[in-house]
């Protein structure tokens, strides 16, 4: 099959493909398709192209974004999002070979997550219940928080959930990670309070935009805009309003380290490193491991007080 023409070609090929076959999401298509479009534009820029890059052009990108001050898990996502497209290319005969797949990237940092004490979750929680001006939002806004503390969901799974999901009073909630995957997270009575209150105020607001003759809303957290849904933006927004009213500093609020509190504080709490991968949505238990770090202290006295030569005298 002979290549197309152009690098905007070569990219919508390879993200249709990428939707198609591995069931990428939407936000994993953006990251890819900003990369690739920065790798295409140096590449004009130096006379070149997709077609013609040879090994020693994508170790000079490499190069350039280093010069730029790109963080090293930022040049890794880049130089892995050009060794895919380069994949598909071999793979659909464009190109006889992949001049990406020898390159070592500069690897990912690992840093420790940064997390937020249970006292500062809690406060928190407290002010989603009195961070807004009229009743509804209130409502809204504990659910939210109590949704995302109890379930540790990423807030792209957050904002997206379905109302259907929460119907019935339910005990877990099905939510639709990364790659379109599946998995169940148990709620919190607490959660599963505030899930139902919400639904009650939400069913009645739908219900009146209905008898104004508007459609009805598939989303759990519905909105005016053009996505139907609150976003990700607007929930980022959100939840510094949340930390200022807590007194928590905004610059250590966000959506992530929620997400990351959770974790941690299961952890903490005795629970399994594999129970935890798996309410996170987490493909590889690499990727959890990462919080054993931050219980340093916790981790040393399970050894000093169980480990059969560690007793005292021995």
């Known amino acids: 099959m002979s290549a197309p023409q152009g690098a905007a070609r070569w990219i919508s090929a390879f993200l249709e493909a990428q939707a198609a076959e591995s ?28 077609e013609a890059a040879s090994r020693e052009d994508v170790e000079r990108y490499l190069v350039f974004c280093d010069d730029q001050g790109l963080s090293r898990a930022t040049r890794a996502r880049r130089l892995s999002s050009i060794r895919q497209l380069y994949r598909f290319a071999f793979e659909e005969g464009w190109r006889t070979d992949n001049p990406a797949i020898r390159i070592t990237g500069p690897g990912r940092e690992r840093r420790l997550p940064k997390t937020l004490s249970i006292a500062e979750v809690e406060a928190l929680l407290d002010a989603a219940g009195r961070s807004a001006r009229s009743p509804a939002d209130r409502l809204r806004n504990t659910c939210l928080m109590q949704l995302l503390y109890a379930t540790g969901m990423r807030v792209s799974e957050l904002v997206t959930l379905p109302v259907a999901a929460a119907r019935g009073d ?13 998995r ?11 899930l139902a209150v919400w639904l009650g105020e939400r069913d009645a607001c739908e219900e009146a935009a209905r008898a104004a003759g508007k459609a009805a809303s598939r989303f759990l957290f519905p909105s005016g805009g053009k996505a139907g849904h609150l976003t990700r933006q607007g929930f980022h927004a959100l939840i510094k309003e949340f930390a200022v009213a807590a007194g928590v500093s905004p610059a250590r609020v966000t959506p992530h380290r929620l997400r990351h509190a959770f974790a941690t504080h299961l952890l903490a709490g005795g629970a399994d490193l594999r129970a935890i991968q ?22 040393r006295d399970l050894v000093l007080e169980h480990h059969p030569l560690a007793k005292p005298g021995r």
């Open 278 to 299: 798996t309410l996170l949505g987490h493909a590889d238990i690499s990727t959890t491991v990462i919080y054993t770090h931050v219980l340093e202290d916790r981790l």
């Open 23 to 50: 069931g990428a999401a939407r936000n994993t298509q953006l990251a890819y398709g900003r990369d690739l479009n920065d790798f295409a534009g140096w590449l004009a820029r130096n006379g070149g192209g997709f």
């Open 184 to 194: 169940l997270v148990p709620l919190s009575p607490p959660a599963r309070a505030a």
């Open 170 to 182: 339910p005990r877990m909630l099905l939510v639709r990670g990364k790659g379109d995957k599946e």
